[in-house]
């Protein structure tokens, strides 16, 4: 019994942390219809930043963010208006993997350059504490990424929602050539979606790099689990990407007791052909990038 | 009709003028060696993983041997010519491995190769060496299945093989008196042939000490989440837990047992807790934790003391186990080469090698090895713990540094 709320207790944290991670990934497809294997690179980026930030000030990694989550908006602006506006429309999806997968490869390997290929994990006094509730021990760590991920996934679903920029971002995916008759700067405003996808992967590399050993090749283990996760949570939407990293993440968690943990992963691979098979469209979705 | 059979001269011609130009690089490749041969360099080809999955040991390795290479041009060189290393990056991945050995025997014409790191990369390129003819000494192959493929070219230039590097803790728990042994054990494996050959090799002893095995789990090399592997274990309070690991997951698992608040009377952990940057990561949590090592810095063997200097000296640090590894297939290497008198690609000097390891004990860093008929040494690893904040030699007891703690500080 006790493994059993044990398990659920790290599926839930789990799945909490993949919302965060693949939060950015469904946004680049909603706003623009890139599909982005660069993202898992730039969360082992923003991992580095934050534990070299740790190594050479002594201060939590936590702080981190105060840099790395305007640099990341930056850099995703630049991105998006020097490199992904170019690619031409009718090929763009197929491009932008090329031309992301080609970013991934450039961010590797200048982290192996600079940092060497040494593995890495930030030392924490609290690295190993956990509390207890009902027989289950909750680390610490982990309990800090999970209020990472809900804290920025809330705090981009009211962006969304709530601004008018959230407002002439949803109109920028729903119907690019209206939102421009309206007066919407749709290139700016792809460009800021874009850039907000990926301040998502500073916090996310950030928590990552709490309870992770990281490596610079260390983004391939992770781009496949967090693409099967907004396919069946239905591209660009972020709902859906949250409930179904959690669905994911609690059930490999407890597949694991029955299953060991090959069969426990490849529960995600099952979901994604199932997906495709039955509801192509994403399970939570509705209708492509219509909704957040 | 007449178009057709156009088209098959032009790919006849095509495919001639194809063949002569590779022909003609293989040869001119080889016979520019060969001009230089008797004054020049000895060019010895190695491929490792200096990228991807096995970067950090593949690194490890790297030092290891341009520290053995300097060493020896520094002394006079072997058989009075300096040896060059050629080292490509097959970035931790099989198929790549096989195609760089292909081309440093083929197309660079190297006199002798060096072993990659890692069994996964070991048995595709011992493949290409056999197929030429080449003596093949690895460093990092230990694995059973290195030894069991048929090669009759391949060496292992270690103590032991993976199944054999817990002995010396399996044979002291047999010597303890029942009530002090352990009575259940959990093991968790990295599904790879090195990793799980260490942890299954005395998960094998200690089910036939009638130890019950109450987990055994083996996970991906790709797992980035230990956190439910870890609820196993801690929720079956195995009185041992045994990793069958490399070093990130060894790491991760660590994390994720002390998180759940396990506290195990014995861990023992493959390959991570001999890592220099091990305490650094897991930080003061260490006490206790087991680890079998082919290798210490602190050995008594007649030529460690000047490798370490050595070494030292010229990286800043003392060697680790994956570049004494490294430095002892340079000295197997240089042993057959000296006591043969040839160093070059024909297939005839390349036997005499062979021949001549088959039949030889050669002293090294590691101590003295000879090898069975498969390629395995015949010795044990050194058990090490961390005992004060410092890893020690705890077992066999005539190599210990420090007292074995049965019962493992609470981490």
Same mark, same amino acid.
């Given at each position: +019994? ?10 839930v ?18 706003v +623009?219809r890139v ?17 070299? =930030?740790?190594t050479? *000030?002594?201060?939590d990694?936590?702080? #981190?963010l ?11 602006v ?6 992904? #506006? ?7 999806t ?13 961010i ?8 060497t ?5 930030? &030392?924490?006094?609290?690295?190993a504490?956990?509390?207890?509730? =009902? ?6 760590v ?33 119907? %690019?050539?209206a ?6 700067n ?10 907000l996808?990926l301040a ?8 990552l ?7 610079p090749?260390l983004?391939w ?5 967090l693409?099967?996760i907004?396919v069946?949570?239905?591209l660009? #939407?972020i %709902?859906?990407?949250?409930i ?12 694991q007791?029955?299953?060991g ?14 997906t ?5 469209q994403g399970?939570?979705?509705g209708?492509?990038?219509q909704?957040? | 009709?007449?178009?057709?059979s156009?088209?098959f ?42 990228? /991807?999955?096995?970067?950090e040991p593949?690194k490890?390795?790297?030092r290891?041997?341009?520290?053995w ?6 002394n006079g ?6 040896? !060059?290393?050629?080292?490509?990056? $097959?970035?931790?991945?099989?198929? &790549? ?7 440093l025997?083929n197309q $660079?014409?190297?006199?002798l ?5 890692? *069994? ?10 056999q197929d ?5 000494? @690895?460093?990092?192959g230990?694995?059973?299945?290195? =030894?069991t493929?048929?090669? @009759? ?6 103590p ?7 002995n010396?803790l399996a044979e002291?728990? !047999? ?18 042939? =090195?990793?799980?050959?260490t942890?299954y ?15 055994d ?6 797992t980035?989440?230990f956190g439910?592997i870890?609820a196993?274990?801690? $929720? ?17 698992l660590?994390v994720?047992?002390?998180?759940l ?15 220099p940057?091990? %305490? !650094?990561?897991?930080?003061d ?14 050995? #008594?063997?007649?030529?460690?003391? @000047?490798?370490v ?20 297939t340079g ?6 080469v000296?006591?043969?008198g040839c ?23 590691? /101590?003295?090895?000879?090898?069975? !008929? ?16 410092a890893i020690?030699?705890?077992? %066999? @007891?005539e190599?210990?540094e ?6 493992k500080?609470?981490?």
């Amino acid at each position: +019994m006790s493994l059993l709320l044990q398990s659920i207790v790290l599926g839930v944290l789990l799945g909490g942390l993949y919302a965060l991670l693949a939060a950015g990934l469904t946004l680049y497809f909603g706003v +623009m219809r890139v599909v982005m294997i660069a993202h898992s690179a730039f969360l082992i980026l923003a991992a580095y930043l934050a534990w070299y =930030f740790t190594t050479s *000030t002594g201060l939590d990694p936590l702080l #981190s963010l105060v840099v790395t989550v305007p640099l990341f908006f930056g850099i995703g602006v630049l991105m998006q208006r020097l490199l992904l #506006s170019r690619l031409r429309p009718a090929t763009l999806t197929m491009m932008s993997v090329l031309l992301t997968f080609s970013i991934a490869l450039v961010i590797e390997g200048m982290l192996g350059f600079v940092f060497t290929g040494t593995q890495r994990r930030i &030392r924490l006094d609290y690295g190993a504490a956990s509390f207890e509730v =009902f027989g289950a021990n909750v680390a610490v760590v982990k309990l800090i990424a999970f209020a990472l991920a809900a804290v920025s996934l809330l705090g981009l679903y009211v962006l969304l929602k709530k601004t008018q920029f959230g407002q002439a971002l949803r109109a920028t995916i729903q119907h %690019p050539e209206a939102a421009r008759l309206v007066g919407i700067n749709t290139d700016r405003v792809a460009g800021y979606g874009f850039g907000l996808g990926l301040a998502t992967a500073a916090i996310g590399g950030t928590a990552l790099a709490l309870d992770s050993t990281i490596y610079p090749s260390l983004h391939w283990h992770w781009i496949g689990p967090l693409m099967a996760i907004i396919v069946v949570g239905g591209l660009g #939407s972020i %709902p859906g990407a949250a409930i179904a990293a959690l669905v994911l993440g609690l059930g490999q968690s407890l597949l694991q007791i029955p299953l060991g943990t090959t069969w426990a992963q490849t529960f995600f691979y099952a979901a994604l052909f199932l997906t495709l098979m039955v509801r192509p469209q994403g399970f939570f979705g509705g209708r492509l990038a219509q909704r957040f | 009709m007449k178009s057709r059979s156009t088209t098959f001269v032009r790919l006849t011609a095509l495919a001639a003028a194809a063949t002569l130009a590779l022909t003609g690089c293989m040869s001119s490749g080889s016979s520019g060696n060969e001009g230089s041969d008797d004054d020049g360099a000895i060019q010895i080809g190695i491929s490792l993983p200096l990228t /991807g999955d096995f970067s950090e040991p593949g690194k490890g390795v790297q030092r290891g041997y341009e520290a053995w290479a300097s060493y020896v041009n520094e002394n006079g060189g072997l058989l009075g010519r300096d040896v !060059e290393l050629t080292i490509l990056d $097959d970035q931790s991945n099989a198929d &790549r491995v096989a195609a760089d050995y292909e081309k440093l025997i083929n197309q $660079d014409g190297v006199d002798l190769v060096f072993g990659p790191f890692s *069994t996964r990369l070991v048995v595709p390129a011992a493949q290409v060496a056999q197929d030429y003819g080449f003596l093949f000494v @690895e460093p990092a192959g230990a694995a059973e299945e290195v =030894f069991t493929q048929g090669f @009759e070219n391949l060496f292992y230039a270690a103590p032991a093989v993976a199944d054999d590097h817990y002995n010396h803790l399996a044979e002291h728990l !047999e010597s303890l008196p029942d009530d002090q042994r352990p009575k259940t054990a959990a093991f968790a494996a990295m599904d790879d042939p =090195f990793a799980m050959g260490t942890a299954y090799g005395l998960k094998d002893k200690l089910e036939a000490m009638g130890v019950e095995i109450v987990v055994d789990e083996v996970y991906p090399p790709n797992t980035t989440d230990f956190g439910s592997i870890a609820a196993k274990i801690a $929720d079956s309070k195995a009185d041992i837990v045994v990793g069958g690991t490399q070093y990130q997951d060894a790491v991760n698992l660590i994390v994720a047992l002390q998180q759940l608040n396990y506290q195990p009377e014995m861990a023992a952990f493959s390959t991570a807790p001999t890592n220099p940057e091990f %305490p !650094e990561a897991i930080g003061d949590k260490t006490e206790g934790i087991l680890s079998p090592t082919g290798y210490t810095p602190d050995a #008594s063997y007649e030529s460690n003391q @000047e490798f370490v200097d050595y070494y030292t000296e010229l990286n800043g640090n003392p060697p680790a186990e994956d570049e004494a590894n490294a430095w002892t297939t340079g000295q197997v290497v240089a042993a057959a080469v000296e006591a043969v008198g040839c160093a070059d690609p024909d297939p005839e000097c390349q036997q005499q090698l062979i021949d001549w390891l088959r039949g030889n004990e050669v002293d090294t860093v590691v /101590g003295p090895l000879t090898w069975d !008929e498969a390629g395995r040494p015949q010795g044990a690893h050194l058990i090490q713990q961390y005992v004060d904040g410092a890893i020690r030699i705890v077992l %066999p @007891e005539e190599a210990a540094e420090a007292d074995l703690i049965l019962d493992k500080p609470a981490w």
